[in-house]
């Protein structure tokens, strides 16, 4: 079964039982300096393979960019 | 030995030679941005957290590839946050990206047009983020009270604008900062406002801890050349308010003697 979530503000379909660790490698995510929010709660990085992805989760996934 | 026996500036427990903090917004590049910041000598220089670009090249560096925070002191900001909750919301972000950093700067704005500080809604951002721990440096309008309540909230130093940010219009309010300092325990840093490097010796010279200027450097015809005149102006600004300057006189007063004129 597929399953829709949105990630930084945009939809997206993912077959259902998936971790925020398989999410991130489908996005190419795993190198890098990134912080994640799943449904507005902080996911820490040693939490990312057993956070669990569910049907309508909204994810953000933020990282430093340039900014005075 | 120098001449000049300054102490460090002192940011929550931590020792910083430069007194100038800079910017990462509105480089043409990493390389010119880290160019600008060897320049410059600083050794804290801000960050904006933002949605990564899913669409983005994998192999394309992050700024945090670049200018590294091994080397460097990274002050994660609330740029874009009109509220609290947003911004106590990215200061977490900002935490857990840098491995429980806490050092931060709050800057909750209340305007596009002029970005000047909803100063209620910084009050009650540094209140919840100095109870959760994270050292605040906080952006600010010039207002001697409001500069005086965020450092008794617990704020680790008190950053009000010379002039709106971008606008390069220098210290437009001198006697606010001269109020501020007076009544100041934490560091004061101007933040915002500085268009060259004459206004960063005012502020200097004023008794400032330090500046904070992005667009005054970024914006230059030759960024890199103008982060070396702000480290001079800085300094050198400092180095005047150390020695005392002379009084200001309405007369002039000669520097030869009288005496001894032989006409």
Redesign the interface.
Same mark, same amino acid.
């Given at each position: 079964m597929t399953m829709e979530i949105s @990630?930084? +503000?945009?939809q997206h379909k993912f077959e259902q039982d998936m971790s925020l660790m398989d999410l991130l490698h489908a996005?190419?995510?795993t =190198? +890098?300096? $990134?912080? @994640? =929010?799943v449904n +507005?709660e $902080?996911v820490?990085?040693s939490q990312f393979a057993a956070q669990q992805i569910n049907h309508q989760d909204k994810i =953000? $996934? @933020?990282?430093?960019?340039?900014?005075? | 030995m120098s001449l000049n026996q300054d102490k460090p500036l002192v940011v929550a427990g931590v020792e910083y030679q430069s007194r100038l903090i800079i910017g990462s917004g509105k480089y043409k590049d990493f390389e010119e941005n880290l160019s600008a910041l060897e320049a410059s000598a600083a050794e804290m220089i801000t960050v904006a957290i933002r949605r990564v670009n899913l669409g983005q090249n994998k192999d394309e560096p992050s700024l945090l590839e670049v200018i590294s925070p091994e080397r460097y002191t990274i002050l994660p900001n609330t740029a874009g946050c009109y509220t609290a909750e947003d911004a106590v919301r990215t200061c977490r972000m900002a935490r857990e990206l840098l491995d429980g950093h806490k050092l931060v700067k709050l800057e909750v704005l209340g305007d596009q047009k002029t970005l000047y500080p909803n100063v209620t809604e910084t009050l009650a951002a540094a209140e919840i983020l100095v109870a959760d721990g994270f050292d605040v440096m906080v952006y600010t309008s010039d207002d001697p009270l409001v500069a005086k309540r965020l450092e008794e909230i617990g704020c680790v130093a008190v950053m009000p604008l010379g002039a709106p940010i971008g606008s390069g219009l220098g210290i437009r309010n001198p006697y606010n900062i001269r109020m501020i300092l007076e009544n100041a325990s934490v560091p004061i840093i101007v933040d915002a406002g500085v268009g060259t490097a004459s206004d960063a010796s005012i502020a200097m010279e004023l008794g400032c801890d330090g500046v904070l200027m992005n667009t005054a450097i970024a914006e230059a015809q030759n960024p890199v050349l103008m982060a070396s005149a702000m480290k001079k102006a800085v300094e050198s600004g400092r180095e005047a308010f150390l020695a005392g300057r002379m009084p200001r006189r309405l007369y002039a007063s000669a520097s030869s003697p009288i005496d001894g004129t032989f006409f």
């Open positions: @990630v930084n +503000g945009k996005l190419a995510l =190198e +890098g300096r $990134i912080a @994640v =929010e +507005g $902080i820490p990085r =953000e $996934i @933020v990282q430093a960019i340039g900014g005075g | -």
